[in-house]
């Protein structure tokens, strides 16, 4: 796995994200909440390291992200990422639509559909 942060790192060591192809995505349930509202749904979830930047983003893939204005993907340094052991990885960042917002991941299981499995690698290796 490519350099990332303490945090980030120690979420996909415990709850075993990691797949042998490096591919690290996963079904969770996301929390994410304003000085307004508050959205529970479930997504699946897909990290990425990028090149020599070591560029960390989270993906989150369920369509009704965009539908509900939650950003859908969250890059490590824009937003501030903190691990809270066996609970959740929380990301606090700042949105245009809904100002500050505090958005939780909890992983269900350590896969995705094959579906979904089959689309990242037709986008990573093409």
């Not at 960390?56 to 965009?66: C, E, G, I, M, T």
């Not at 700042?94 to 986008?123: M, R, W």
């Amino acid at each position: 796995m490519k350099k990332i942060s303490a945090s980030l790192f120690e979420f996909i060591k415990d709850y075993d994200l990691k797949k042998s192809e490096d591919i690290i995505c996963f079904d969770a349930t996301i929390f994410f909440s304003t000085a307004t509202k508050f959205i529970q749904l479930p997504t699946e979830v897909h990290i990425v390291t990028i090149g020599e930047s070591n560029m960390n983003l989270v993906y989150l893939l369920h369509p009704d992200v965009a539908k509900l204005s939650i950003p859908n993907m969250l890059e490590e340094g824009n937003t501030a990422f903190n691990y809270i052991p066996g609970k959740a990885l929380v990301i606090k960042g700042y949105s245009s639509v809904h100002g500050d917002y505090t958005l939780s991941i909890h992983p269900i299981n350590a896969d995705c559909s094959d579906q979904t499995l089959f689309e990242i690698h037709s986008k990573t290796y093409n």
